[in-house]
């Protein structure tokens, strides 16, 4: 399986960006795709995951801000980001998981600053 992300970026905080990440190749059927983040400094965490069932799971500091949707059809998945604060900055992966399986994309770069 392969991924390509797209989307980051710079913005202000309040801001919105979003990130889509498109699956390729041999994408089983049952599977889980999800954006994780890796800060300077610090190590990677969970941002949100959702599975092909459309369950959804955030981490804490993203509830209520941060939206991932995912199209079947086109193996792809997004983050929609509401209200960036500048703690949101880091280098987001897009994370492909189906049992035992797991892929990862090459990161893209978010920056809230003002």
């Known amino acids: 399986v392969q991924l390509q992300a797209s989307g980051g970026g710079l913005v202000q905080p309040g801001g919105s960006l979003g990130l889509s990440c498109a699956a390729s190749?041999?994408?089983?059927?049952?599977?889980?795709m999800g954006w994780y983040r890796r800060a300077p400094g610090k190590q990677r965490e969970l941002v949100a995951t959702i599975t092909n069932r459309i369950r959804t799971n955030y981490a804490d500091s993203v509830k209520g801000r941060f939206t991932i949707s995912r199209d079947n059809a086109k193996n792809t998945v997004y983050l929609q980001m509401n209200s960036l604060k500048p703690e949101d900055t880091a280098v987001y992966y897009c994370?492909?998981?189906?049992?035992?399986?797991?892929?990862w994309g090459q990161g893209t770069q978010v920056t809230v600053s003002s």
């Open positions: 994370n492909f998981k189906a049992t035992p399986y797991d892929y």
């Open positions: 190749g041999n994408v089983f059927s049952n599977n889980v």
